[in-house]
């Protein structure tokens, strides 16, 4: 590796300290439906937006409430203190598209409908108040 190379990937080393985040990848479900939930919580504090996932129907809200867990858990572990009431916020919330199966379903007459089955990448950001008024 090159000088260059390194010192831009040990910046990008030491601006990924500074950021509390979690990645969900490979979700079996439509980045589309995925992206409703993500809607719903985002720019909420924290405890507010795992009772909003708690009780939501959907189904993806349960995949996204064990992530906004483990983003809480990786916010307490960089800065080696719990979590207090009305501190972290959710700051970006993203939902990318993942890798697509084809299928084929048999239709009328021999023909063939092609189904996809999308997948989506969700990748979820939180932050202390402090930080976020900067």
């Known amino acids: 590796m090159g000088t260059r190379k390194k010192i831009s ?3 990008r080393k030491e601006a990924l300290k500074a950021t509390y985040f979690a990645k969900l990848q490979n979700v079996p479900t439509s980045p589309r439906k995925m992206r409703l939930v993500v809607d719903m ?3 909420m504090e924290v405890n507010k937006a795992l009772g909003v996932l708690r009780f939501s ?3 993806a809200s349960s995949r996204v409430e064990k992530l906004l867990r483990s983003a809480i858990a990786n ?3 960089k800065n080696e203190r719990k979590a207090e009431g ?3 916020f959710v700051t970006k919330v993203f939902v990318d598209c993942g890798s697509t199966l084809k299928r084929m379903r048999p239709a009328p007459q021999g023909r063939g409908y092609r189904i996809r089955k999308r997948s989506n990448h969700v990748t979820l950001f939180v932050d202390a108040k402090s ?3 900067d």
């Open 9 to 11: 990937a040990d910046k």
């Open 41 to 43: 919580i985002r720019g």
């Open 57 to 59: 129907s959907k189904e």
């Open 75 to 77: 916010w307490e572990q």
């Open 86 to 88: 009305g501190e972290l």
């Open 131 to 133: 930080n976020n008024e």
